[in-house]
């Protein structure tokens, strides 16, 4: 496969064979979230976006698996990389307490395992300040180790404060937080006290024209902080553990927060000295066109939650925030994984190297351009930053209907929210790959009207 001039190339999508794999697989896993009976031949061509399933359908994965491979299919950015490495058994070291070198000095590993990830996440989140790392296997995980740290450092605080719209995992702990659709928590248990209140997407920079319920009184005070004033309120900030928020909310509809809200968000974590729970796990690793979707805001998080492009669940922050207490935090198997702390490594050097977060911007920018250029009926937004695209449309029913238009011709997307598809390229995609995507969307928009 030349990934240069390869185009999309379809029959029938599913084929015959993709509905009996998916059907095979279906046969002994437990029920969950299907999206499309795509199947990766893994012994076929694929390379960047461009792969091959069951029935020899070439396809261009806008997904990058929900963010989880950001540089997509067989990239010899990774690959080239991971082939001096000669694989040993077991991949898996039994976690945090446990440690593997390639035999070099400290921090000359040409073969990097768990520590040097955690060596480099600390360099690219030095800006925050944060300097200590806990290695996890997903998000949910890292979302878990991210609260029980705050809850360890408040003292007993009871109070957690999350926003409306969030999704953050789906172990109990993480559940408590999500404030989505109700089919994540109903009939779950859950943490008490934890709060929620308006996130705040207005496209304006004037709080008074908020009418999402955030910012009241015409602009002049917001909910959160009339909840937590001193006389007013009904919640003591003094106990409260921690806010915790997506920079960009992924599951709940690629909502990107309103410069005034982020403001008052980072003034009253400020003011009360609350911690604040940034979680990256799909807005991170460079998707956005910097390192972290926080950094196009005015907050400053003390906990930064990273998973899917990191290839590991990573909870990181200030090291006077981590319990000192001997296995009051611990993972047999979380920090282990050899290779995904390779992967994560040589995906963060990849970023770096090949300029991937200015790479990022302009691609994002050249795919919001063609689809608002092309003004396509029934699409009623075009948002994004970097990498992380949403286009919304008029209907849940028009906007699965192009989905489905789009899986026919060769397009892989992704749904959030109730109307929105989320477009996720691979982070060195090109301006011909935008290009291709782009035009099989708007195709796929004119098939399903």
Not at 18 to 41: G, I, K, L, P
Not at 237 to 250: D, F, H, N
Not at 284 to 294: F, V
Not at 385 to 390: A, N
Request: with cysteine; glycine share 10%; aromatic share 8%.
């Amino acid at each position: 496969m030349d990934r240069d001039t390869v185009e999309p190339s379809v029959t029938t999508v599913p084929g015959k064979r993709a509905r009996e794999w998916a059907e095979y697989h279906r046969d002994a896993a437990a029920t969950s979230t299907y999206v499309y009976d795509f199947v990766w031949d893994i012994t076929a061509d694929a390379e960047g976006p461009f792969v091959t399933d069951v029935d020899g359908n070439v396809l261009l994965d806008f997904t990058s698996h929900v963010a989880a491979a950001p540089l997509g299919y067989n990239n010899p950015k990774i690959m080239d990389r991971m082939a001096e490495f000669d694989l040993v058994d077991p991949t898996k070291i039994a976690g945090q307490d446990f440690y593997v070198s390639d035999g070099s000095d400290p921090g000359d590993s040409t073969l990097p395992g768990p520590a040097d990830l955690m060596h480099r996440l600390t360099d690219v989140t030095s800006h925050y300040g944060m300097d200590t790392v806990f290695l996890s296997n997903s998000g949910a995980e890292a979302v878990e180790n991210a609260i029980k740290i705050c809850y360890d450092d408040s003292g007993g605080g009871k109070y957690g404060i999350t926003f409306d719209g969030a999704f953050h995992g789906r172990t109990l702990g993480a559940l408590s937080l999500n404030r989505s659709k109700s089919v994540y928590r109903k009939r779950f248990p859950e943490i008490q006290g934890v709060h929620d209140v308006p996130f705040c997407d207005d496209a304006g920079e004037d709080p008074a024209a908020c009418d999402c319920g955030f910012f009241v009184d015409g602009g002049d005070t917001s909910v959160l902080r009339e909840k937590l004033h001193p006389k007013r309120g009904h919640i003591n900030p003094e106990e409260v553990s921690y806010l915790i928020m997506e920079p960009i909310q992924g599951e709940g509809g690629y909502r990107f927060p309103s410069p005034a809200f982020m403001r008052e968000v980072a003034d009253l974590c400020g003011e009360y000295d609350i911690p604040l729970v940034a979680d990256e796990i799909q807005s991170g690793i460079g998707r956005t066109g910097e390192l972290w979707g926080s950094d196009h805001y005015p907050i400053e998080p003390d906990v930064i939650t990273a998973a899917k492009g990191a290839r590991v669940g990573a909870t990181i922050g200030r090291d006077e925030l981590f319990p000192d207490e001997r296995s009051r935090l611990s993972s047999t198997w979380g920090a282990g994984d050899v290779v995904a702390s390779m992967q994560g490594t040589f995906t963060l050097e990849a970023i770096d190297e090949y300029d991937l977060l200015d790479n990022a911007t302009a691609r994002g920018e050249q795919f919001m351009e063609t689809l608002r250029d092309a003004d396509p009926d029934g699409v009623v937004d075009v948002r994004g930053k970097g990498l992380m695209l949403g286009v919304e449309f008029e209907s849940t029913e028009r906007r699965d209907d192009v989905q489905h238009q789009a899986l026919t011709s060769g397009l892989l997307t992704l749904a959030c929210g109730t109307t929105v598809l989320r477009i996720l390229p691979p982070l060195d995609v090109t301006e011909r790959e935008i290009d291709v995507g782009a035009h099989m969307l708007l195709d796929a928009i004119e098939d399903a009207a």
